[in-house]
């Protein structure tokens, strides 16, 4: 890195650092997430403890959209609250913790800030009236995609108004890694309103968009520890970590589905066997159908 660069990156850590609301907010997505794919992970295994016939669909039945009014009530009310808080801290943090540096900051300084996290309050707002039955059954899902897709609109602008090639880097990747489990939740919601759509493809969606609002908040650290003080050097190692960070995510996944199938399989051993049976005497009939045309071909 030149002299020249090197001036423009601290520059931009003066004027912009504010490394403390990157990590917040990732920690609470990736909470967010966290507890969801945990929940998801809870409820099937005890699905597969019950002997479920059919896992997926039983999950998809009993909670998809979500049923537990009370689970759904205590989510909402605490994103309500989470938000909140940071829409006070990021207005009083403008308005005293930068007054020596900036006397002329007011609260509403930080307006991009603040009207991301009122994205997600109008989402727990609208999770705590579908507890309540006032609103149909995933309008909590519903509105938090629409916050989602309102952030990644916003961090794109953001991104556009960096100077620093590095920096505009990071920001337009949130957009994306915001825009991408936006786009997973819309097919998710879509899937879910259809009665005939592939039950296991709709599971796969669910499951993809909380994996997909995870990886988003882990780039939100990634960019809170840049702006530590540790910056990432260029955009190639930017879009290695965003990459590496993707496939770490989906090997975890596979490896959690894979100690599944094997707790279904020691618990149920019966349907396993007759999966296995299903699809060799497929395999076999397949094998039979092929020969068959090879031996009429022959003959013609």
């Known amino acids: 890195m030149n002299d020249?660069?090197?001036?423009?990156?601290?520059?931009?850590y003066s004027n912009d650092r504010k490394p403390g609301s990157h990590y917040i907010v990732g920690v609470f997505l990736g909470t967010y997430s966290i507890g969801f794919l945990l929940l998801i992970a809870i409820r099937i295994r005890?699905?597969?403890?019950?002997?479920?016939?059919?896992?997926?669909?039983?999950?998809?039945h009993q909670h998809v959209p979500e049923q537990n009014h009370q689970f759904l009530h205590?989510?909402?009310k605490g994103l309500v609250f989470a938000t909140s808080f940071g829409m006070i801290y990021s207005g009083l943090g403008a308005r005293y913790l930068n007054h020596d540096l900036h006397p002329d900051w007011g609260f509403f300084h930080y307006k991009t800030h603040l009207t991301l996290i009122f994205l997600f309050l109008f989402a727990g707002?609208?999770?705590?009236?579908?507890?309540?039955?006032?609103?149909?059954?995933?309008?909590?899902?519903?509105?938090?995609?629409?916050?989602?897709?309102?952030?990644?609109l916003l961090w794109y602008d953001h991104a556009l108004m960096k100077d620093v090639l590095i920096d505009m880097r990071l920001h337009e990747y949130l957009a994306l890694t915001c825009a991408f489990p936006a786009l997973v939740m819309t097919i998710s919601l879509i899937l879910t309103t259809m009665k005939s759509s592939n039950v296991t493809l709709s599971f796969l969606v669910f499951l993809g968009s909380n994996l997909a609002l995870l990886w988003h908040s882990i780039w939100f650290i990634t960019?809170?520890?840049?702006l530590s003080g540790m910056p990432i050097p260029n955009t190639g190692t930017a879009t290695d970590l965003?990459?590496?960070?993707?496939?770490?995510?989906?090997?975890?996944?596979?490896?959690?589905?894979?100690?599944?199938?094997?707790?279904?399989?020691?618990?149920n051993p019966q349907s396993a066997q007759e999966s296995y049976a299903l699809v060799s005497v497929s395999g076999k009939a397949d094998e039979d159908e092929e020969t068959a045309e090879q031996q009429s071909s022959g003959f013609s």
Not at 46 to 60: E, G
Not at 139 to 145: E, G, M, V
Not at 244 to 264: E, H, N, W
């Open 125 to 152: 707002f609208a999770g705590v009236l579908e507890s309540h039955g006032y609103l149909p059954k995933d309008s909590l899902r519903a509105s938090f995609t629409v916050g989602l897709w309102g952030e990644a």
């Open 4 to 12: 020249t660069s090197t001036a423009k990156l601290g520059e931009a």
């Open 223 to 226: 960019v809170g520890v840049h």
């Open 46 to 60: 005890r699905l597969i403890l019950q002997r479920s016939k059919d896992v997926i669909a039983d999950f998809m």
């Open 74 to 76: 205590i989510l909402s």
């Open 242 to 267: 965003l990459v590496i960070q993707a496939v770490l995510l989906i090997f975890g996944c596979q490896v959690v589905t894979a100690l599944m199938v094997r707790l279904q399989r020691r618990i």
